[in-house]
């Protein structure tokens, strides 16, 4: 289940489930948005985007949902492996000011076990 | 591809110091490049936006006299941390992004900045 942490939610499963990690965006005028998984140390790995013309994406074991009626976004992991352990990131590109810059989203950790 | 290079991976400096992060995309030429921060536990802050050739966009509460960043290539953006104090330990991730029309950036393994 999910529990909040000092600052990072985090959604704890078993090997094999499948994971849902929700992501709640700010702006409207977002117009796309991407998955990232950063392991601890590292820079973040991109994972998944979708674009708001999509509602969703398929990728190997990943699915992105995006609902823009309610501003959510969503990442699910087929068959969760203890390599998916990591905290995982959802970004915006508010395209605010003609820049391409990202927002990132607080970030959920992902707790596999064995 | 795609590879996002940062040095050093990680520094330590005493306070008042100041340190010079740099990022470098390693087979693709990036016009635009981005600074974060990162502290424990926390998501990544954009601090600035850096343009080759002009000067970088930083973000609202970034103080730019304090963190003055130079992309003086299309392959090379730094970051220098001013007279470095405790509080702006952190860890400084850059990415770069390889042309105008595109949403996509690459992400470099971020360097970690311990100020005693």
């Known amino acids: 289940g999910e529990s909040v942490g000092l600052h990072l939610p985090t959604l704890s499963v078993q090997e094999g489930d499948n994971s849902i990690i929700n992501c709640a965006y700010s702006n409207s005028a977002s117009d796309y948005f991407i998955w990232y998984k950063q392991e601890s140390g590292k820079g973040p790995q991109f994972i998944i985007d979708?674009?708001?013309?999509?509602d969703k994406r398929q990728g190997q074991r990943v699915t992105v949902l995006l609902n823009k009626t309610v501003k959510h976004l969503s990442l699910q992991i087929a068959a969760t492996q203890p390599g998916d352990s990591a905290v995982y990131f959802c970004?915006?590109?508010?395209?605010?000011?003609?820049?391409?810059?990202?927002?990132f989203g607080a970030g959920t950790r992902l707790a596999v076990h064995p | 591809g795609a590879v996002v290079s940062q040095h050093p991976s990680w520094v330590i400096c005493k306070s008042g110091t100041s340190v010079k992060i740099e990022c470098r995309s390693l087979?693709?030429?990036?016009?635009?490049m981005f600074w974060y921060r990162q502290f424990p536990k926390q998501s990544l802050m954009l601090m600035a936006t850096s343009n080759e050739g002009s000067k970088a966009t930083y973000e609202q509460g970034v103080e730019k006299d304090k963190f003055l960043i130079n992309h003086a290539s299309l392959t090379l953006s730094t970051l220098t941390v001013t007279s470095a104090h405790p509080e702006d330990s952190s860890f400084y991730i850059c990415?770069?992004?390889?042309?105008?029309?595109?949403?996509?950036?690459?992400f470099g393994p971020g360097t970690r900045l311990t100020v005693l």
């Open positions: 087979d693709f030429q990036a016009t635009t």
């Open positions: 970004a915006e590109n508010p395209r605010s000011g003609g820049y391409n810059k990202l927002i």
């Open positions: 979708i674009r708001s013309n999509m």
């Open positions: 990415s770069a992004r390889p042309g105008q029309n595109t949403d996509t950036q690459y």
